[in-house]
């Protein structure tokens, strides 16, 4: 058989195995809200307070970029009509020795260790280094990711994260699978939706309960892959209140295009209430059900 038939072959197989398995996975159901802030060709609307940094740094390496192509784009096309074919003239085939390209070369060399070195290890270790300590009164909650949604489960009233295990995972009941008997989560809340803070540091717990995902806040320059077996860390603090997207920024599986949420970036109060709300209907639903 031909590589080509034998490729095709391959993707129609898989394109079936993902067919046959669709209809079994979660795909969220997300409220059609107006989103905050601007997307478009460029960077969205920046949200969070160090994402000025990413920025500044993308913002760079795309010039640097812009500058390379043209430059050797206009290189090429000189190379074609200076070496073209003409009457008279022999090509050689030794090795041209010129200046000019050797220092081009080692200022390119220079300039991309100077920004790896002068800055993109700096803003890297200031994003990664400097976690909220407990003095910076850090807004916690925990997101675990599963194919294909994400769920949110913030502590509650008494702050503090109830038990849990892979034991007492139910996909619709209990997501986060939270240990029924331990006190500290009788008032958790685990929804599908992010509300956080604003002017208040967040400290995100990421894990995942199947595949690797990837954890992305584009209006926070945020991004961390989730990983089973791990609990990552990330944080931000956003700047301004709105509603976010959040999505998913690794290829999960085939509804890995359906795997996003809502960020709801709120007052101190707004969120608050939100939680409290959000606990009373969960204690109203488990009654419901006895
Ligand atoms: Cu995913």
Known sequence: ???????????LAFCALGEGTALAQVVPDIPDVEITGEYGPFLPTLASKDGGEVDQLISILHWFMAVLFVGW?????????????????????EPIKAKVSKYGEIAVAGFEVA????????????????????????FR?????????????????????????AEFVDTAENPAGIDPNDPGGQDDVVKGELHIPVDRPIIADLSSKDVIHSFFLPVMRVKQDTIPGMRIPVWFEATMTGIFEIACAQLCGNNHYSMKALMYVQSEQEVEDWIKKASIVEEFDEDDLD
Not at 143 to 149: H, M
Not at 150 to 159: E, V
Request: charged share 20%; net charge positive.
């Open 1 to 11: 058989m031909k590589a080509p038939s034998l490729c095709l072959l391959v993707i």
């Open 115 to 138: 920004l790896l070195v002068g800055l993109s290890m700096p803003i890297w270790a200031s994003v990664k280094n400097d976690r909220p300590t407990e003095a910076d009164n850090p």
């Open 73 to 93: 784009g206009i290189f090429f096309v000189y190379c074609l009509v200076r070496f073209r074919q003409r009457e008279g003239h022999q090509a050689k085939y």
């Open 141 to 165: 909650v925990r997101v675990i990711a599963e194919q294909f949604q994400w769920n949110f489960h913030y502590p509650g009233a008494d702050g503090v994260f109830g038990k849990t295990g």
